[in-house]
């Protein structure tokens, strides 16, 4: 005791706790929640280190389907992309004659871009210079000629930091004057996450499950209507294809968000990094950019947006290098001073994610040397996606009290699963949602990592899980298969 109160009364100062706590911590941080790296995949990580130290389970490996992270499944890495890569990170590559002469004339025009000559520099707070000239005149072909200035393009952090930014320029007020932000339910979570980082309002609206997951204006004015009790709505968020639920929107569809956003003095936000990734025949991606431009001027000049796009998913898959871009378009110039001096805090995105960006967006054209591996790897990636898209939605079909809306793009499935009432009644029990139960349920049994759909948002009284469809094809099947099996003996021991 008399040890104790002399430590604690060092030099006559009493003992005090801790400065931060959780009790006088921010209380938004521990508002936030992001089900896609939630408990379940943590209990998956601990299960694996089970696994090595010898733990006998009934399955010899953990199987991640809870993220879009194409690398860790298994696909291979794009050769092009690489090899530039290589070349910019050990520029003394560029003396090996293994390497293709398009891909050294393309790191020698990165690096010379960089301080330096070196990607490890830092860049301008933007992004490099031409490659954001290379993101527009991408943009302007993938629009059939709309103008896209370099001005407007800002690199970013994969397309999540841009986001985040985005969000943190439009949010403002107090009580009911604080900014709303209409989001999709089911949402990717990054947008709750931020919203509540932030202290926005989230206001929901429902997308149609009946109907392929759809979206419905007078959904969204219903969403818009009564959140105007409570707070200023003044962002529109779509992710297009979509995350969770895979749906591509059609371009009447587009032209309707855009009326509403107008018509609602709204800021749109849209969310294209599954742009590469649609599979569905009679499906095919419209940027809200080129929509818009086509609306003519009463819309192109008058109704501001952002549009994201990112490294980490189409054919390429490269989420760890984190490489993104947010085009501006319609920002008040004083805004956007703003908004490059907030990005200049940060100083700037990763270099060698700029760099990647730079070869998703100018790609080897068909009189160079890669051309012909470089699209021959692309187009195997994307038609193994849409060959697992039409397998995941027949197999899960298959099987009694699941149901799966087909997956137009992207790389996640979302069905809905029948839970009988007395696994609802269990799962209460053990203070657990439904669909959390379930998925902790198959995650100990089967060793398969999914993400319950109340991690994204459903309607009250059904359940889901995302699963991604990125496996090898007979992995998948594996996985597809212990679903199945798992499903089938859940309801019996239930019912």
């Known amino acids: 005791y008399f040890q104790i109160s002399l430590q604690c009364a060092v030099n006559g100062v009493p003992c005090r706790g801790k400065v931060l706590t959780v009790d006088n911590m921010n209380p938004n941080v521990k508002r936030v929640e992001y089900a896609v790296r939630g408990p379940i995949v943590q209990r998956a990580v601990q299960i694996e280190k089970e696994l090595r130290e010898g733990v006998k389970k009934p399955f010899t490996e953990v199987i991640k389907a809870n993220i879009g992270d194409a690398h860790a499944m298994g696909q291979k890495p794009i050769t092009f992309l690489r090899q530039v890569l290589a070349l910019c990170s050990y520029p003394e590559l560029l003396e090996d004659n293994k390497f293709p002469e398009d891909a050294k004339k393309r790191a020698q025009r990165i690096l010379g871009a960089c301080g330096g000559h070196s990607i490890g520099a830092y860049s301008a707070s933007q992004g490099i210079e031409c490659v954001r000239q290379d993101v ?101 968020c779509i992710i297009n294809p979509g995350n969770p639920t895979g749906q591509v929107q059609s371009r009447q569809c587009i032209e309707d968000v855009i009326r509403f956003a107008k018509e609602e003095h709204l800021f749109l936000m849209a969310d294209e990094v599954y742009q590469d990734n649609v599979y569905a025949e009679g499906c095919k991606f419209h940027s809200f950019k080129k929509v818009l431009f086509e609306m003519g001027p009463e819309y192109s000049s ?66 160079e040397p890669s051309y012909i591996t470089f699209m021959k790897e692309r187009t195997a990636v994307l038609s193994a996606l849409a060959e697992k898209a039409r397998l995941t939605e027949q197999t899960f079909n298959a099987v009694p009290g699941i149901t799966c809306n087909p997956v137009q793009g992207a790389m996640y499935t979302f069905p809905r699963i029948t839970l009988p009432e007395k696994a609802i009644d269990k799962a209460k029990e053990e203070g657990k949602v439904p669909d959390m139960y379930y998925c902790m349920r198959l995650l100990e049994e089967e060793g398969i990592c999914l993400v319950p759909g109340s991690g994204f948002g459903q309607r009250e009284g059904t359940f889901h899980f995302r699963m991604t469809i990125l496996p090898p094809t007979e992995k998948l099947k594996v996985v597809l298969q212990k679903i199945r099996d798992f499903h089938v003996r859940f309801t019996q021991e239930f019912s």
């Open 302 to 367: 008058t109704v501001e947006m952002a549009s994201f796009h990112s490294t980490s998913k189409c054919y390429m898959g490269e989420c760890g290098f984190r490489g993104g871009y947010m085009e501006v378009i319609n920002m008040d110039p004083e805004v956007k001073t703003q908004l490059t001096k907030l990005v200049s805090v940060r100083l700037c995105p990763p270099v060698p994610g700029q760099a990647l960006l730079d070869l998703v967006v100018n790609p080897p054209q068909p009189d």
């Open 136 to 236: 527009a005149r991408y943009i302007e072909k993938r629009d059939g000629g709309i103008p896209s200035n370099p001005d407007n393009i800002y690199l970013s952090t994969g397309a999540s930091d841009a986001i985040v930014t985005m969000l943190k320029l439009l949010v403002c007020g107090e009580g009911r004057d604080r900014t709303g932000v209409m989001i999709s339910i089911p949402q990717y979570p990054l947008y709750s996450a931020a919203l509540a980082d932030l202290g926005a309002v989230q206001i929901s609206y429902y997308l149609d499950e009946e109907k392929c997951w759809s979206l419905d204006v007078a959904e969204l004015r219903r969403a818009l209507n009564a959140a105007r009790q409570h707070c200023n709505p003044r962002v529109l």
